[in-house]
């Protein structure tokens, strides 16, 4: 799909990697609705792409809950017309073993960062169906690939997992609307998911001082490094087009999936198959 002249929607567009792909969708020729639950860091954006020459607008959205993603797409559409693109990029993040998280924190990464996408997906899609046309980009993350070297990090995980699996099973469904839908699985990009605790409603236990750190041994199957922003948005852009169904941001993560995950499910199949052997003979 070509995004030069479509209207996108970026959630999660104030900073980080949704700040990256919302300037370089506006750099495309998209016009951009940044919705973000801190809406001057939607509007810092903003007046950077239209500074360029860009159209674009800054919406207040919390993407946790359903109606204000209601109202960010009926602001989106009223001042930028149907939307064709949308980014659901929108996370939360915080390590701490499983026991020591509280209700609240479980519901909010959760909510946040899966839910958070569904609501979005549920939104957008029926109008892209009905013009046959449109692209879905869902950010989950190589945490949901390399789960089994990523402790301290349970719903997250959980929670980018299920992004994967909603949209592989949901590009099915699109395909004959002519819809597209990619899953966005990124390592180290320039973010400040680490702020996220700051941001925080106070329906999970509001706002949280204090850093979220990396658990020790989380850049150990692949690069440290942080991929620039705008690069990583370069790869989805180049992928939205491509109709790609995953996108991946550091191809040296290929050796931790394929020793964690894959290693582990292909185990499983043997395993079955040597229970049938011996129940056979």
């Avoid at 400040?192 to 605790?197: F, L, V």
């Avoid at 692949?222 to 620039?228: C, E, M, N, T």
């Amino acid at each position: 799909m070509d995004v030069s002249g479509k209207v996108a929607v970026v959630t999660g567009g104030g900073s980080g990697i949704g700040q990256g792909i919302a300037l370089a969708l506006a750099q495309e020729g998209a016009a951009v609705a940044i919705a973000d639950i801190m809406e001057a860091n939607a509007g810092s954006v903003v007046d950077e792409i239209v500074r360029s020459g860009g159209r674009a607008v800054a919406i207040a959205c919390d993407v946790s809950d359903r109606a204000s993603v209601a109202e960010m797409k009926q602001q989106a559409n009223r001042e930028l017309g149907p939307v064709s693109l949308l980014i659901a990029n929108a996370g939360v993040t915080m390590f701490e073993e499983l026991t020591d998280m509280s209700d609240e924190d479980v519901d909010w990464v959760i909510d946040v960062s899966l839910y958070g996408v569904v609501h979005c997906v549920q939104a957008f899609v029926p109008d892209m169906i009905a013009a046959r046309e449109g692209h879905i980009v869902a950010t989950a993350s190589v945490a949901g690939l390399l789960a089994p070297f990523i402790g301290r990090h349970a719903p997250y995980c959980a929670a980018k997992a299920g992004i994967i699996g909603f949209i592989l099973s949901l590009r099915s469904d699109l395909e004959k609307h002519g819809v597209g839908a990619s899953v966005l699985c990124p390592s180290a990009v320039e973010s400040r998911i680490t702020d996220s605790p700051l941001y925080r409603p106070a329906r999970y236990g509001g706002a949280q001082q204090g850093e979220v750190s990396l658990p020790a041994g989380a850049g150990e199957h692949g690069h440290a490094q942080s991929r620039p922003a705008l690069e990583a948005a370069d790869m989805v852009i180049e992928s939205i087009r491509a109709n790609r169904a995953v996108i991946v941001t550091d191809p040296t993560h290929r050796v931790g999936f394929e020793r964690g995950m894959v290693a582990q499910v292909l185990e499983a199949f043997d395993a079955a198959a040597d229970f049938d052997k011996a129940k056979a003979s």
